[in-house]
């Protein structure tokens, strides 16, 4: 089966020392780019996340909603699914961790 390209690659980036999750502020040794406002629609800033982080806000959310009221961290971090998302990430090591795909993703 094949996918559509992305529009939010989550290719990551590996690093020699441990860099922290703007998000979920763990330190791992891999972290993607995100874009607080897309490519698409013109934004420039960017915030570097763990994959788990990554993966979950899009997974939680569509582009749509990430560009419309979750566009600063500080949205993010006041979102009560991703409120829920930290508490639980922030007992986890930096390992490999599954994140459910979401069926009423908003
Ligand atoms: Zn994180
Ligand atoms: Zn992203």
């Known amino acids: 089966m094949k996918r559509r390209a992305q529009q939010t690659p ?3 980036r590996e690093h020699d020392q441990p860099t922290r999750c703007t998000l979920c502020e763990r330190e ?4 993607t780019r ?3 406002i ?3 629609e ?8 763990c994959v788990p982080c990554h993966k979950t806000l899009h997974s939680f959310f569509s582009n749509r909603t990430l560009l419309d009221e979750l566009h600063t961290v500080d ?3 006041q979102e009560p699914e991703i409120v829920r ?7 986890q090591p930096d390992r490999v961790i599954r994140v459910a795909r979401r ?3 908003r």
């Open 10 to 12: 989550l290719l990551p």
């Open 28 to 31: 791992v040794m891999q972290t």
């Open 34 to 36: 995100h874009h607080l």
């Open 38 to 40: 897309p490519r698409s």
């Open 42 to 49: 013109g934004g420039l800033e960017v915030v570097d996340l």
């Open 75 to 77: 949205a993010l971090r």
């Open 85 to 91: 998302y930290l508490s639980w990430i922030r007992k």
């Open 103 to 105: 069926k009423d993703k």
